[in-house]
C-alpha cells in the first residue's frame, strides 16, 4: 500500500499494464503500424499508385519486398497507405461510438424514466448481426468513407451504450453520488464529475475492442464491395482486389491480411490487458 | 480462577509465529513473534484493530494463507490432538491440517453466507460434513444434522433443515454455520470476528450460545475480535495484537484493570463507556492519536510513534515480550511504570 | 420553531406483494442545536429516515419541516438552496469520497454549489475547513486513497461543514471505524458541535456511541418509534421492553459483570410483513393478546419521555443486566 507514494501515476499505470509481457508486445506492435501509417509519405518505398506494367504480379523480392499487384504497383506500399485508412476509420469510428454511447448510457443509467426506452432500442439493435445491419447501412447511404464510419458507429453504439449504462446504474448509488446531491450539486456536474469519471475505465476498455472490430468489419465490408471505393487502399479493399488472382499471387492477400490480423489482435490484446488491470477483483488475484 | 486441573499442555500452543507475503516489492512480514495459548474448554480472545495482524494468524494457524505468497516463516503452531500427539500446524503438510479443520479444529467467520454453498439446503450440508468425518449413511447422517440444528437452538430445525441459506436471516445462518462447527465434536473452535456483521441482540444469541457450547463439550475457543466489549462478555484469557505483533497477554480481569502495556490500556480507554466529563461539561473520549504504522516501517516499538509513554530507547529498538506477572506477557520496556 | 419536524413521516419500498415497510408514522423533533440520536438494529428504517429528512428519498407519507417550512412536495431543483441548511455525513469514509478528485475539488464543490466562495477566498475556506476538521491546509491536493479512514472521515465532515448547514444528518459515522479512531472522530463531532453549534440527527446501531453524543435518543424498531427521551431517561429509566433489551444485549467492556444474559428469543421480522399491532409483540417478554390488535399510541411520561407500550415493563426480571450499567457510570453533571 505504501509503496505507491513516489511514483508518477503514468509509471505506475505502465508497470500495471505491461506486467504481462504480451500486452507489451502488442502495443509495440501498435505503435510500429500506427506510425508507419503516419509516416506513410516518408518512409514508402514507392508511390501507392505509381503503375508500372512491366512490374505486374512480382513475388517478393529484394526491389518489392512484399511483391506488387496486377499494375505493378508495390504491396508494401499500398499496405502503409492502406493502414491510414483503415487506422483513420477505426479511430473515427471509435471517436464516434465513445461519444454516442457514452451520453446514451449515462441518460439511460442515471435517469431511470428514459432507461426502458434507449435500452429496448439497443437490444434490437445487438439483436441484429452486426455486418448485416452494416452492409444494409451502407447499402442505404451509399458506399464512401464517410458512410463507412457512419455505418459502423450506428451498429457499435449499442455496445458502449450497454457497459456505460451498467457502471452507471453501480456509480450512481455509491455514497459520493448522494453526497453530491445532498450539497446541491447540479445534475450536470453529478453525471460529469462524478459519474462519468468513474466509468471511464470501462469506456476505454471498450474503446480499444471497437478499434479491433471497426478495422475487422471494415475490411470485410470492403471485401465485400459495400465499404469504401475499391480507388482508395485500404486493407481490406486491397484483399478485394487481390483475391482473384489469389491462386497465382498469393502475397497480394497473405500481406494485407496479416496487416489486419496483427492490428486488431494487438489491439485485442490490449483490451484484456487493460481490462485485467483495471478490474479491480482480477488485479488483487494477479 | 482455577476451576479446572492444570493440563500438561495447552490445546493450541504458538510460540513464534511470523508469517512472510511475497509481494511485488519484495518480502512482508505482516506477523511476527506472535505467541498465543489456548486450554482446553477455555476461550482465549484474540483483539486487534484492522492492520494488527489478528487475521492473518487465524488464517496462518488454519493452514489458509493464500498460496504460494503465503507463508509461516517462523514459529511453531502445536496443537494437541484428541489421541494425546502433537501437531505443528506451522510446519505440518496442507493434507494434514486439511484432515484436522472440520474435524478436531473448527471455523466460524465473520459472514457465514460466503462459507454456505446456495444452492444447497442447510440440512443437506451439514449432512454431507457428517458423512466425509463420521462415515454415516445418508439418512443417519441428516438425522444427525437436525439434532445438530436443534443444538444451536434453531426453533423447528426438522423443517428449517430443508431450508437454503438465503432464505435464513443473518443471524440464523450463523447458527447453522456453528452447526456446521459442532457436527463434528471438535477439540477447538476458531472464530474469526462471528458476531461482527450481526444486531446486538442477536450478538448476545450468538454469544451465549457459544458459551454454552464450549462449557458442554468442554472445547477450547480462539475468539478473534475487534472489539473490547465482546472480549470482556466471553474471554478468560485475551492477546492483544498491535501492528503485527503480539503486545500483551493476559487474562481478562488483568486486561481490563491492570493491563501494563500503553496500548491495551489506551484502547480501553477509547470506549465510549469510559467517557469523561471536561472542565467544560463535554464528554470526552480518550482517543490514541494517530493512525496505525505499517508493520514494513517500524524500526523500534511499533506502538511508539502513537505511545503517551515513549522514551528514546522505544524507537531505538523493539521489546520482547516480557513476564508481568502470571500469565501475564508484556512487550513494552517501560511496563512496570504502568 | 424546531429546526427539524418530522411528522408521520411514513415510507413503503416496492409495491404489494413485496412491500417494504420502512418507515411507519414516525414523529419528533430537533431543536436547534441539539444533537439526537436514531438508535435501532438492522430494518429498524434508521437510515431511511435520515435520507427521507433530507429529501433524498421521497416520502410515501407524512411531512418534514425544515425551519417551519414544509419539504414534502418540492421537486429537486427547488430544493437546491435549502441544501444548505442541512448536510449529510456518511458511513463509508471510502465509498463518501469521489476516488478521482482532488480534496480540494471534494470540499470546493460544496461552496461552488451554493456561490459561496471564490478564487483566493475559497482555497483559504478550504484550508480553514480542513484545518477545522483537524487536518492540514496542504492535504487540499491530494487524492482520497492516500488518506486512512479517520482521514477521509475527517474529510466528509469537512464537506458537510462548507456549506454552514444548521443541521448534520450523520449516518453511522463511526462504525465503519478502528476503536482509536472512532474515538477520534466521536470527539471531533463533539467539539464541532460546541464550537459550531450546530444541530445533529445522528444515526446508529451502537447504544453506548448514541449515549454519549446524543441529548435526546429515539429508538426505532420495524420502523416505527419504540421510545423518545433524554439520554438519561433512555440509558438510565428505560421504559420500553426493546429498549431495555437493547441496552441489556450490548456488550459492556466489564469483565466483572455477569455473564448469564437474559436474551430476546428469536429474530427481527421481516420489514416485508411486519407484526400486527405492536411490532415488537413477536419478541417482547410481556406480550398479550392486546399487543396484537392495535398499534400501541405513543404515551407521554413526565419530561419529555414516551414510550408506545401499553404495559408496565418494570416488572421485567433482565438479571442485573441494567441495574449493572448505572452503577458503571460516570455520574451525570
Redesign the interface.
Known amino acids: 500500500m505504501s509503496a505507491m507514494t513516489a511514483r508518477s501515476p503514468v509509471r505506475l499505470f505502465l508497470q500495471r499494464l505491461f506486467r504481462r509481457k504480451l500486452v507489451l508486445v502488442a502495443v509495440i506492435i501498435l505503435l510500429v503500424i500506427v506510425l508507419l501509417a503516419i509516416l506513410a509519405p516518408w518512409i514508402s518505398p514507392y508511390s501507392p499508385t505509381g503503375m508500372r506494367v512491366s512490374q505486374r504480379l512480382r513475388p517478393p523480392s529484394l526491389t518489392n519486398w512484399f511483391g506488387t499487384d496486377e499494375f505493378g504497383r508495390d504491396v508494401l506500399t499500398r499496405i502503409i497507405y492502406g493502414g491510414r485508412a483503415s487506422l483513420g476509420i477505426g479511430v473515427a469510428v471509435v471517436m464516434c461510438t465513445m461519444l454516442a454511447g457514452t451520453v446514451l448510457g449515462l441518460i439511460a443509467g442515471y435517469f431511470r424514466a428514459l432507461d426502458a426506452v434507449i435500452m429496448r432500442l439497443v437490444d434490437a439493435m445487438m439483436s441484429l448481426p452486426d455486418i448485416l445491419l452494416a452492409i444494409f447501412l451502407v447499402a442505404v447511404l451509399g458506399a464512401s468513407a464517410g458512410n463507412v464510419v457512419l455505418a459502423l458507429s450506428i451498429v457499435y453504439t449499442p455496445r458502449v451504450t450497454r457497459v456505460v449504462r451498467s457502471s452507471t446504474l453501480v456509480v450512481r448509488e455509491l455514497p459520493f453520488v448522494e453526497a453530491a446531491r445532498a450539497l446541491g450539486v447540479s445534475t450536470w456536474r453529478i453525471m460529469t464529475m462524478h459519474i462519468l469519471l468513474n466509468v471511464a475505465s470501462p469506456i476505454l476498455v471498450q474503446a480499444t475492442f471497437i478499434f479491433a472490430y471497426a478495422v475487422l468489419a471494415e475490411a470485410g465490408l470492403s471485401f465485400l464491395g459495400a465499404g469504401v471505393p475499391p480507388d482508395i487502399p485500404t486493407w481490406g479493399t486491397m484483399i478485394a482486389a487481390g483475391q482473384q488472382y489469389a491462386d497465382r499471387a498469393v502475397w497480394l492477400v497473405l500481406f494485407p491480411g496479416l496487416a489486419i490480423v496483427f492490428a486488431a489482435l494487438s489491439l485485442q490484446l490490449l483490451g484484456d490487458g487493460l481490462r485485467d488491470m483495471l478490474d479491480p477483483k482480477l488485479r488483487k488475484a494477479l | 480462577m482455577m476451576e479446572t486441573s492444570v493440563q500438561e499442555r495447552p490445546l493450541l500452543d504458538i510460540r513464534g509465529l511470523e508469517v512472510t507475503f511475497r509481494t ?2 519484495g518480502d512482508v512480514v505482516p506477523v511476527r513473534g506472535v505467541d498465543l495459548r489456548v486450554e482446553a474448554g477455555k476461550t482465549t480472545a484474540l483483539v486487534g ?2 492492520g494488527s495482524g489478528k487475521s492473518v494468524t487465524s488464517l496462518a494457524i488454519m493452514g489458509l494463507l493464500p498460496r504460494p505468497y503465503g507463508r509461516v516463516s517462523k514459529g511453531v503452531a502445536e496443537f494437541r490432538r484428541r489421541s494425546g500427539a502433537v501437531v505443528d500446524l506451522a510446519s505440518a503438510g496442507q493434507g494434514v491440517v486439511r484432515a484436522l479443520r472440520g474435524n478436531e479444529i473448527a471455523m466460524i467467520f465473520q459472514e457465514p453466507m460466503t462459507s454456505l454453498n446456495p444452492v444447497m439446503t442447510v440440512g443437506e450440508q451439514i449432512a454431507e460434513q457428517v458423512r466425509l468425518h463420521m462415515a454415516l449413511a445418508p439418512q443417519a447422517a441428516m438425522r444427525h444434522a437436525v439434532e445438530m440444528l436443534s443444538l444451536v437452538e434453531i ?1 423447528d430445525a426438522a423443517r428449517r433443515a430443508g431450508d437454503y441459506p438465503h432464505q435464513m ?4 445462518r450463523q447458527r447453522v454455520m456453528i452447526a456446521l462447527a459442532m457436527s463434528c465434536n471438535p477439540r477447538l473452535l476458531i472464530a474469526d470476528e462471528p458476531t461482527t456483521a450481526l ?7 450468538i ?2 450460545l457459544i ?1 454454552r457450547l464450549r462449557k458442554e463439550h468442554s472445547m477450547g475457543v480462539l475468539f478473534i475480535t ?10 478468560d484469557t485475551v492477546t492483544v495484537m498491535y501492528a503485527g505483533e503480539v503486545v500483551e497477554k493476559a487474562n ?2 488483568d ?3 491492570n493491563s501494563r502495556h500503553p496500548y491495551t490500556a ?3 480507554d ?8 471536561d472542565s ?10 494517530g ?2 504504522t ?1 508493520a ?2 517500524a524500526t523500534g516499538c511499533r506502538f511508539a510513534p502513537r505511545c503517551q509513554r515513549a522514551v528514546e530507547a522505544c524507537e531505538a529498538g523493539s521489546p520482547e515480550l516480557l513476564v508481568a506477572g502470571t500469565g501475564h506477557e508484556v512487550r513494552c520496556f517501560r511496563w512496570s511504570e504502568a | 420553531m424546531p429546526l427539524l419536524e418530522l411528522r408521520g413521516v411514513t415510507k413503503y419500498f416496492g409495491t404489494a406483494p413485496k412491500l417494504v415497510h420502512a418507515v411507519e408514522d414516525v414523529s419528533f423533533t430537533v431543536e436547534r442545536g441539539e444533537v439526537v440520536g436514531l438508535v435501532g438494529e438492522s430494518g429498524s428504517g434508521k437510515s431511511t429516515l435520515g435520507r427521507l429528512a433530507l429529501r433524498l428519498l421521497d416520502l410515501t407519507s407524512g411531512s418534514v419541516r425544515l425551519n417551519g417550512e414544509s419539504i414534502e412536495h418540492l421537486g429537486q431543483r427547488a430544493l437546491r438552496p435549502l441544501r444548505r441548511n442541512a448536510q449529510m455525513v456518511f458511513q463509508d469514509p471510502y465509498a463518501s469520497l469521489n476516488p478521482r478528485l482532488r480534496v480540494a475539488s471534494i470540499i470546493g464543490e460544496a461552496l461552488d454549489a451554493h456561490g459561496l466562495a471564490q478564487g483566493k477566498a475559497r482555497q483559504a475556506r478550504i484550508a480553514e475547513l480542513l484545518e477545522l476538521v483537524g487536518l492540514q491546509a496542504d492535504h487540499a491536493d491530494r487524492y482520497p486513497h492516500e488518506f486512512s479512514g479517520g482521514q477521509r472521515q475527517r474529510i466528509g465532515i469537512a464537506r458537510a461543514l462548507a456549506v454552514e448547514p444548521q443541521l448534520i444528518i450523520a449516518d453511522e459515522p463511526v462504525s465503519a471505524l478502528d476503536v482509536s479512531v472512532q474515538a477520534q472522530i466521536l470527539n471531533l463531532l463533539q467539539d464541532l458541535r460546541y464550537r459550531l453549534g450546530v444541530a445533529m440527527l445522528f444515526i446508529s446501531h451502537d447504544l453506548d456511541v448514541i449515549e454519549l453524543i446524543c441529548d435526546r435518543i429515539v429508538v426505532l424498531y420495524l420502523g416505527r418509534v419504540m421510545e423518545i427521551g433524554t439520554a438519561e431517561q433512555i440509558c438510565r429509566n428505560p421504559q420500553h421492553p426493546y429498549t431495555q433489551a437493547l441496552l441489556a444485549a450490548s456488550p459492556k467492556p466489564d469483565p466483572d459483570r455477569p455473564r448469564t444474559r437474559r436474551l430476546l428469543q428469536g429474530d427481527i421480522p421481516s420489514p416485508l410483513s411486519p407484526p400486527s399491532g405492536c411490532v415488537f409483540r413477536t419478541r417482547c417478554p410481556l406480550a398479550t393478546a392486546e399487543c396484537a390488535g392495535a398499534v400501541p399510541p405513543m404515551r407521554d411520561l413526565e419530561g419529555g419521555h414516551a414510550v408506545a407500550c401499553i404495559h408496565d415493563s418494570r416488572s421485567i426480571d433482565w438479571g442485573g443486566m441494567l441495574q449493572n450499567r448505572k452503577n458503571d457510570r460516570v455520574p451525570p453533571c
Open positions: 511485488e516489492g484493530e484492522s426453533p436471516s443473518g443471524g440464523m444486531d446486538v441482540t442477536i450478538q448476545a444469541q454469544l451465549d458459551e475487534h472489539n473490547l466489549a465482546v472480549v470482556a462478555e466471553i474471554a481478562v480481569r486486561i481490563f484493570h489506551a484502547l480501553v477509547c470506549l465510549p463507556e469510559r467517557a469523561r466529563r467544560n461539561g463535554r464528554r470526552i473520549v480518550a482517543a490514541i492519536p493512525s496505525v505499517s514494513a516501517e
